[in-house]
């Protein structure tokens, strides 16, 4: 599971002791919502992934693998979660989200001329359902289509599916400066298993929110 990075950029002065402590809250509810998503989706495998270092003065990663019905990947991703208690220009807030998705897709979806939107769709569409306060979201899709040619001709078209976005969490309700990441992360799961062809959870299979841990005043 994620742990908590404390890095200090040059040149620009970081209340390590404040900040520290706030990100360690996060990644502890965080460490909760991905253990919550692990025994909804079996099919999802995650793995820490060394943070980038270079992005802001607190982040984590987490990797994600699909699995398919013979156990091959089909799909995979990353989330990273960016914290600066300055902010940064276009952020327009203190914690960011940097999600990554690819899937494999069946050469009739990968030809339709809207599958970039609608795999867009399939981002906002989860945070929207999950309830996860965001703004300032932005991110690309790209569907790339691999033939062969020559003595590569027979063999089968490959379709890929990439999705990469970010966006500013929004600071949960009763919790000021803080981000209900469980509903972030949820949101992230579900636009991967749409673009991996999984099929929805039945409502009320995976807990949305795990028990919070008692915080010390």
């Not at 984590?60 to 990273?80: K, L, M, N, T, Y």
């Not at 979806?109 to 965001?134: F, H, K, Q």
């Not at 590569?152 to 400066?177: C, H, M, V, Y």
């Not at 299979?205 to 008692?214: G, K, S, V």
């Amino acid at each position: 599971m994620p742990d908590a990075q404390t890095l200090r950029p040059a040149g620009r002065p970081v209340d390590a002791d404040s900040g520290t402590d706030t990100f360690r809250r996060v990644l502890a509810d965080l460490q909760d919502a991905l253990a919550a998503q692990a025994d909804a989706r079996p099919e999802l495998t995650f793995e820490r992934e060394p943070p980038p270092r270079r992005l802001a003065p607190y982040a984590s990663a987490v990797a994600v693998s699909v699995a398919g019905d013979d156990d091959a990947e089909i799909a995979g991703g990353r989330f990273v979660l960016l914290f600066d208690p300055a902010g940064q220009p276009g952020w327009d807030g203190t914690f960011r989200v940097i999600a990554y998705i690819r899937a494999e897709l069946e050469p009739e979806m990968a030809a339709d001329p809207l599958i970039n939107a609608v795999g867009w769709s399939w981002l906002t569409e989860a945070l929207d359902n999950r309830d996860a306060g965001y703004r300032n979201v932005s991110g690309t899709v790209t569907t790339v289509v691999t033939q062969g040619f020559g003595s590569k001709q027979d063999e089968p078209l490959s379709t890929e599916f990439e999705l990469r976005a970010s966006w500013s969490a929004e600071s949960e309700a009763g919790l000021p400066g803080l981000p209900d990441l469980a509903r972030h992360l949820a949101a992230w799961c579900d636009a991967l298993c749409s673009a991996a062809g999984l099929p929805p959870l039945a409502p009320g299979i995976a807990p949305l929110r795990p028990p919070r841990r008692r915080r010390r005043p």
